[in-house]
């Protein structure tokens, strides 16, 4: 059967919108490797957080406390806590590590979720997922090599950025049920901005126009990839939309190329082909899972077929409903017993 066009014409905007997501976050990660040569990450990370605010001005000031207005607030600080905490382990690791070694390493998220998910939430994840799980590790050690030589910062810090984001991930889906777009980027930056300032203190410098240039346009890119990422979610299956992020790779890789002269070598990229399709694959059978989920409910029972269930529903339903005045029909038209002979 044929999808209905509102699904297609979901399924096609929320693909749009995250290939525009993917190119936004890649444009970040490279203008990230290229400013981090003279300004702190730690810096960068508070003007990301700050200059990301400028393009929600006019809906703040257009919505004000009404736009911002919410019971979950809780949830919206540690969805910033979680961010901050992978915005620094990931701008470090960029100004350390190729770009596209990094992006592909972080291409691990949707396997380190499910791991996640197995651990603190208990949820079930059976032999295929913890096959497609280890085919993904495999991917990574693919893209670190640790064996033989020293295992790389910035690969190890890509990994825990990572691990933040999954969690800060889940947070964005729960928080996407009540809370609009705008104001879930907004929060984000308004609580981000001021933590961020912590850290950056401690290695502070006065940046040149030139870098609040590179930074002012880094923080536009990164409040239009947030942005077009929980609209993506609200238009398709995140399971769905999910497959176009892995557009990131080629797109830091050919901007990386261009800007540095950084080359992918072929361990990369193998690394990378088996991440993204172990994620792939848990992606879909996150996909089947949660639609059985949704089918099993309006399926009938067993107990129907059951030789022994239907007597028992017979029997009671005269009972129950009997009206006690009404003559026994069962003695009435009962055959008449002759004598014994």
Same mark, same amino acid.
């Given at each position: 059967m044929q999808p209905s066009p509102p699904t297609e014409h979901n399924a096609l905007r +929320?693909?749009?919108? %995250?290939? +525009?997501?993917? *190119?936004? %976050? !890649?444009?970040? &990660?490279?203008?990230?490797?290229y400013i981090t040569h003279d300004v702190h990450p730690f810096e960068v990370a508070f003007f990301r957080n700050l200059f990301g605010l400028i393009p %929600?001005?006019?809906?703040?000031?257009?919505? +004000?406390?009404?736009?911002l207005k919410t019971d979950? *607030?809780?949830?919206h600080f %540690?969805?910033?806590a979680l961010g901050l905490g992978a915005m620094l382990c990931l701008f470090t690791a960029l100004s350390i590590s190729p770009a596209a070694q990094v992006i592909a390493i972080n291409f691990t998220l949707p396997i380190l979720t499910t791991v996640l998910a197995a651990l603190i939430v208990r949820e079930t994840v059976r032999a295929r997922r913890w096959s497609a799980i280890a085919i993904g590790f495999v991917g990574a050690m693919i893209i670190i090599r640790p *064996? +033989? /030589?020293?295992?790389?910062?910035g690969m190890v810090l890509a990994l825990v950025a990572t691990l933040f984001m999954a969690a800060a991930m889940t947070t964005v889906?729960?928080?996407?049920?009540?809370?609009?777009?705008? !104001?879930i980027v907004t929060w984000m930056g308004l609580i981000m901005a001021p933590l961020s300032l912590i850290p950056a203190l401690m290695y502070w410098q006065m940046p040149t126009l030139w870098q609040f240039a590179v930074l002012l346009l880094l923080g536009a890119f990164a409040t239009a990839g947030q942005q077009l990422l929980v609209r993506a979610y609200r238009a398709a299956d995140q399971s769905y939309v999910m497959i176009f992020d892995f557009l990131r790779l080629p797109f830091v890789a050919a901007m990386a190329f261009v800007m540095f002269g950084e080359v992918v070598d072929i361990w990369t990229w193998a690394g990378a082909a088996l991440i993204i399709g172990s994620a792939l694959y848990i992606a879909r059978r996150e996909a089947v899972l949660a639609k059985q989920a949704r089918i099993e409910p309006r399926l009938p029972t067993s107990a129907p077929a059951d !030789? /022994? &269930?239907?007597?028992v529903t017979k029997i009671d339903r005269p009972v129950l409903t009997k009206d006690p005045d009404a003559p026994d029909t069962a003695a009435t038209h009962a055959p008449e017993r002759k004598p014994d002979a």
């Open positions: +929320g693909t749009l919108l %995250m290939i +525009g997501s993917a *190119f936004c %976050m !890649a444009a970040m &990660a490279v203008l990230i490797r %929600m001005l006019p809906w703040i000031l257009t919505h +004000g406390r009404t736009g979950r *607030f809780k949830l %540690m969805r910033a *064996f +033989g /030589q020293s295992l790389e910062t889906k729960m928080l996407s049920r009540t809370e609009s777009a705008n !104001a !030789a /022994q &269930a239907i007597p």
